[in-house]
């Protein structure tokens, strides 16, 4: 049957080689039978730069050329300077942080899904620096050790971070939500980034909708299949690492 898969939040790195096994498993298993694969985000735990020479890096950009599906991405708020260069080695297509898509006839909103949490004052005024293409340019100018140690750091300061915030201030805001539907034409919307998988149904303007959220790989592996005549959210073991 035709369908289109989407993840996000695997989180990859060398410390949790079972997750890079789970997500090579599921690119050689399942990924090249879609008529598609999204890639919504945080795909990786940190990225320094298209010119890491990591054998993680490697592994992902040879798994995507090999598929014979095609590949989309949308940048995550730990990964959102893959730039060109990763991108045609990889064989994937790189999309805007909002994208409509028509999905079997239905038009469908996907993104990443950091930008629906407004409530999150001191994470967006973060997003919004560290989006600025000046600052982007001149850490990409900085030695690599030196820019692996910056995310390290950052990575750490996020943690701890997260410690003192509620769930409800880190997850999204529904009015923001229905205003991004509102703003883009769909009844359907599909992110990722909050690790709350769930299918919620509700009501916009009048008219039935559905946001669907995608969920981490840090216990098992995550995977949305849609098709023209459901969406469902499917777990996978992670497999051991060899």
């Not at 590949?71 to 959102?80: K, L, S």
């Not at 001191?122 to 919004?128: A, C, F, I, M, V």
């Not at 880190?170 to 980034?193: P, S």
Request: net charge neutral.
């Amino acid at each position: 049957m035709p369908h289109t898969l989407f993840i996000a939040d695997l989180h990859l790195s060398p410390g949790r080689p079972d997750i890079t096994a789970a997500f090579l498993a599921f690119m050689e298993t399942e990924a090249s039978k879609a008529d598609a694969l999204y890639v919504l985000g945080d795909l990786f735990e940190f990225w320094v730069g298209d010119d890491e020479p990591s054998e993680l890096n490697r592994q992902v950009a040879a798994a995507f050329r090999a598929c014979r599906a095609p590949v989309y991405y949308i940048h995550g708020n730990r990964d959102f300077m893959i730039g060109r260069r990763f991108a045609a080695e990889a064989n994937i297509t790189l999309l805007p942080e909002h994208k409509v898509i028509d999905l079997y006839g239905t038009p469908t909103l996907i993104m990443h899904g950091d930008t629906l949490c407004i409530d999150d004052v001191g994470y967006q005024r973060y997003r919004r620096i560290t989006r600025l293409r000046w600052l982007q340019w001149l850490f990409l100018r900085l030695p690599l050790t030196k820019r692996l140690g910056i995310a390290d750091g950052i990575r750490g300061k996020s943690a701890e971070s997260k410690q003192d915030k509620s769930i409800t201030i880190m997850d999204v805001n529904q009015g923001e939500v229905e205003r991004q539907m509102r703003k883009a034409g769909v009844q359907r919307l599909i992110h990722g980034h909050t690790h709350r998988p769930a299918i919620h149904d509700l009501e916009l303007d009048g008219r039935p909708a559905r946001r669907i959220v995608l969920g981490d790989w840090y216990t098992q592996g995550s995977v949305l299949r849609v098709t023209r005549e459901c969406a469902e959210l499917q777990s996978r073991e992670l497999e051991e690492s060899k």
